[in-house]
């Protein structure tokens, strides 16, 4: 089995791979967590607009301590820099951009995901939650969704299963999974497996994924 990396390398590892997704020309939506860490990796040569669902067209990377601006958040309350170029808007213009289908891709996160692409990821039943956020309207809106998670929860229960038992955000809505273990597509044919965090094998991951997983003939390494 891979050596176990500490949280920090693993978040880290998830959001860089997901930059990847991001081409250059993009409106996209980080969601709230572990997505908004992927602003930090893009490439500078990218020409690329970071959309928040409370208002702001142009985020820019985390703030170093002497840039916190308490006042400049984004959907997630979490504090961020704002580019050059940015604008801002009121959430309703916001959510206009996103239903009107002009983001080219939203990256979020995931509690649960279903051999169908059905996605589980705004609230657990009996716990407290601040509200439903913008995950549904995105799913919906966002030309490509990406999700990015963990493999498995806390309890080493797979996370990628052949039906999600918590409460869903959308159906049939997920495009591709990324985890600290394997980049997963889904497609009509069921879930593909095209590459594999190094270190871990194709057993281990069918092992801890409850739905089949088709091995790419193009199966590919991420390096950590």
Known sequence: MAVKMDRAAVRELIAKRAEKEIESGYYVNLGIGMPTMVANYIDPEKEVVLQSE?????????????????DLINAGKETVTASISASYCSSAESFAMIRGEHLDLAILGGMEVAKNGDLANWMIPGKMIKGMGGAMDIVHGAKKIVIIMDHVNKYGDPKILNEC????????????????RAVIDVTEEGLVLVEVVEGWTVE?????????????????????
């Open 204 to 224: 281990e991951i069918k092992e801890s994924t409850e739905a089949e997983l088709i091995v790419s003939p193009d199966l590919m390494e991420i390096s950590k």
């Open 165 to 180: 038992s918590l409460p869903l955000t959308g159906k049939g809505v997920v495009d591709r999974i990324i985890t600290d």
């Open 54 to 70: 409370n208002g702001l067209l142009g985020i820019g990377r985390s703030p170093y301590e002497e840039e916190v601006d308490p």
